[in-house]
C-alpha cells in the first residue's frame, strides 16, 4: 500500500502542472484577483461600454463571449451581479451599442464557460472584435438631511420636462429647432459634428409634440435657414442627448454649459403642415393625367425623379384624387418632356416638406388610377332607388282600395244632403230629405240594386217614407184645394203615414 502512495502524489502534481501551464497560455481568471469592472463611453456609471481590470488594466469585452452572436438578444437578467457591483438598478440592455464604442479598442479579451462568468477568458491582441455594452437603471437620488434649517422662502415652481419647436423652414408645423424645458432652465440641443439622431430618440420627440413619428434631422444648412429674419436667434445650447434609446424625456438630455453657435438639434416629424398637394390633368376626368403639384399659389409639373420608381408614391397621388389605387403609370417620351418642373427627392410626396426646382431635363408622369372612367349611379344607390318603388307599390295595393272607399262614401254622403224643393219662381216651400230613415239592404229589395239612388224607389210592405213631409204636404192639397201659393207648412208638425 506505502508503495503506491508516491505514483498517486506525482500524478496529482502533474495535473496541476498542466492547469498552470493552460491558465499560463492564455486562460485568465479575473475573478480570483480583485474584480473590478465599470462603463465608460457615457456621463453616468450606469451605462456605456464595458471594461474589466486585469493587474491593472482595463480590457474590453468581446460581443462574442460565451458563445454569442454580434446584436444578439439575450435576457439582460444575467447582467444583474454587473449592475449591483456598480451600485446601480436593473440591466436593461446588454449587448453591442454602437455610441459607446466610438473610440479605439487597445485591450480586449473573450470569455468561455457559464453565461456572464469571468473565470475562463482569453487575450485578443490579434483578433478584436465589437464590444459589448451594458445600460442599468439609474439608482434613486437621495439627498442628505439638511444640517441646517432651510431659509423659509417659497420653493421654485417646477414643472414637468417639455418640448418646443420653434419656426420650421417656410413656416411649416411640426418642423423647426427643438427647444428643451426642464422647470425654469430651457434651451436649445447641441450636436456635435458626428453625432447622429438616432430614430428611437426622434420617435420619443415627435410623440412628445404630438407630431407623429420621426421623418428626417434638418441638415445644418436647413436650421440655419428656420429662423426668419425678424424672429431672432435661437436660445443658447444648454442640453446634449444622453442616451439615443430612452423612452420618457428625463432620460434623454442633460446639462451642459450655456454655449452659443455651433450646431443644434432640427427635425421634421410626420405630421408636417401643409402637405404637398398634387392633381391629375390634361384628360377628361379627374383620375388620369398628368402629375403637377402645388408650389405657394401655382401649380407646376412634377418630374420624374430616380427615387419614385416604386408605385407608393402614384398610390398617394391616387387617394388624394379619392380615385382608389393605381392602375398604371409611364415616364413620357422626350418627345413630351417639359422644360422645367418640380421634383421631390424623398421617395412618397407625403414625406416631402419641400419642393425643389429643376429647370432643365424634367420629364413629365402619366397616372392612370382604377377610377379614371366616368363614374355612374353606385350599386347602393340603384338598390335604393329599388327599394323606394317596391315600397310605393306595396302602400298602393294595401291602402289604395280603403281609401277608394271612404271616397266613394264620402261623395255618396256629400249627394244625400242636397236639397229637394220647387222650381217655380213662385213657390216658397222646400223640403229636406230625411237622413235618419232606415235604408233596407239590397237584399231585401234585390229589384232595385241597378237603381243609381237607392232612395228614388220607397221599399215595399214598409209604411215609412222617405219623403214623410213632401207626401204630407200633397195629401193635404189633394183633399182641401187651395189655389193661394202663400200658405205655410209646417213641417215639424208633418206626421208620418
Not at 485568465?28 to 464595458?50: A, H, I, K, W
Not at 473565470?119 to 439609474?138: A, R
Not at 456635435?192 to 438616432?198: A, K, N, T, W, Y
Not at 230625411?434 to 237584399?443: A, E, G, K, L, Y
Request: aromatic fraction near 6%; hydrophobic fraction near 30%; charged fraction near 20%.
Amino acid at each position: 500500500m506505502g508503495s503506491q502512495r508516491p505514483p498517486l502524489a506525482a500524478l496529482h502534481l502533474l495535473g496541476l502542472l498542466v492547469i498552470s501551464c493552460l491558465r499560463g497560455l492564455g486562460g485568465l481568471n479575473l475573478e480570483d484577483s480583485g474584480f473590478m469592472v465599470r462603463l465608460s463611453g457615457s456621463s453616468s456609471r450606469c451605462q456605456g461600454q464595458l471594461e474589466v481590470n486585469y493587474k491593472s488594466t482595463w480590457y474590453t469585452v468581446h460581443s462574442q463571449s460565451w458563445g454569442w452572436s454580434l446584436f444578439h438578444q439575450e435576457d439582460p437578467s444575467q447582467a444583474s451581479k454587473l449592475c449591483q457591483d456598480l451600485q446601480c438598478g436593473q440591466p436593461l440592455i446588454f449587448t453591442h451599442l454602437q455610441p459607446f464604442s466610438r473610440r479605439w479598442i487597445l485591450n480586449q479579451i473573450i470569455c468561455h464557460g457559464q453565461q456572464v462568468s469571468f473565470s475562463n477568458c482569453s487575450l485578443t491582441k490579434t483578433n478584436q472584435g465589437d464590444p459589448l455594452s451594458l445600460i442599468c437603471l439609474e439608482p434613486p437620488r437621495t439627498t442628505p438631511p439638511p444640517t441646517t434649517s432651510p431659509p423659509t422662502t417659497t420653493p421654485e415652481p417646477t414643472a414637468p420636462p417639455r418640448l418646443r419647436l420653434v419656426a420650421g423652414p417656410g413656416g411649416l408645423r411640426c418642423a423647426g429647432l427643438v427647444e428643451f424645458y426642464r422647470g425654469s432652465l430651457g434651451g436649445t440641443i447641441g450636436l456635435e459634428s458626428h453625432e447622429r439622431l438616432e430614430e428611437p430618440l426622434g420617435n420619443v420627440i415627435c410623440a412628445a409634440l404630438q407630431c407623429g413619428s420621426f421623418l428626417k434631422l434638418l441638415t445644418e444648412t436647413e436650421a440655419a435657414r428656420a429662423l426668419g429674419p425678424g424672429e431672432g436667434r435661437p436660445l443658447p445650447v444648454q442640453w446634449k442627448i444622453q442616451n439615443p434609446w430612452c423612452v420618457t424625456l428625463e432620460e434623454c438630455f442633460r446639462k451642459v454649459q450655456p454655449q452659443a453657435g455651433g450646431q443644434v438639434l432640427g427635425l421634421v416629424c410626420s405630421d408636417f403642415q401643409p402637405k404637398v398637394q398634387s392633381r391629375l390633368v390634361g384628360h377628361s376626368g379627374t383620375c388620369e393625367g398628368s402629375v403637377e403639384v402645388r408650389q405657394g399659389k401655382q401649380w407646376d409639373t412634377l418630374c420624374d425623379s430616380s427615387s419614385a420608381k416604386s408605385m407608393a408614391r402614384w398610390e398617394e397621388v391616387c387617394r388624394e384624387q379619392q380615385c382608389g389605387n393605381v392602375s398604371s403609370y409611364q415616364i413620357l417620351d422626350d418627345g413630351e418632356k417639359t422644360s422645367r418642373g418640380l421634383f421631390c427627392p424623398p421617395g412618397k410626396l407625403s414625406q416631402c416638406h419641400q419642393l425643389l426646382e429643376r429647370k432643365s431635363h424634367c420629364k413629365r408622369v402619366f397616372v392612370t388610377c382604377q377610377k379614371s372612367s366616368p363614374a355612374g349611379l353606385g350599386a347602393g344607390t340603384v338598390v335604393s332607388i329599388i327599394l323606394a318603388l317596391v315600397l310605393l307599390a306595396v302602400l298602393l295595393v294595401v291602402c289604395g282600395p280603403l281609401a277608394y272607399k271612404k271616397l266613394v262614401k264620402k261623395f255618396r254622403q256629400k249627394k244625400q244632403r242636397q236639397w229637394i224643393g220647387p222650381t217655380g219662381m213662385n213657390q216658397n216651400m222646400s223640403f229636406h230629405r230625411n237622413h235618419t230613415v232606415t235604408v233596407r239592404s239590397h237584399v231585401e229589395n234585390p229589384t232595385a240594386s241597378h237603381v243609381e239612388n237607392e232612395y228614388s224607389q220607397p221599399p215595399r210592405n214598409s209604411q215609412i217614407s222617405a219623403y214623410p213631409a213632401l207626401e204630407g204636404a200633397l195629401h193635404r192639397i189633394s183633399t182641401q184645394p187651395d189655389n193661394s201659393s202663400d200658405s205655410d207648412y209646417d213641417l215639424h208638425g208633418a206626421q208620418r203615414l
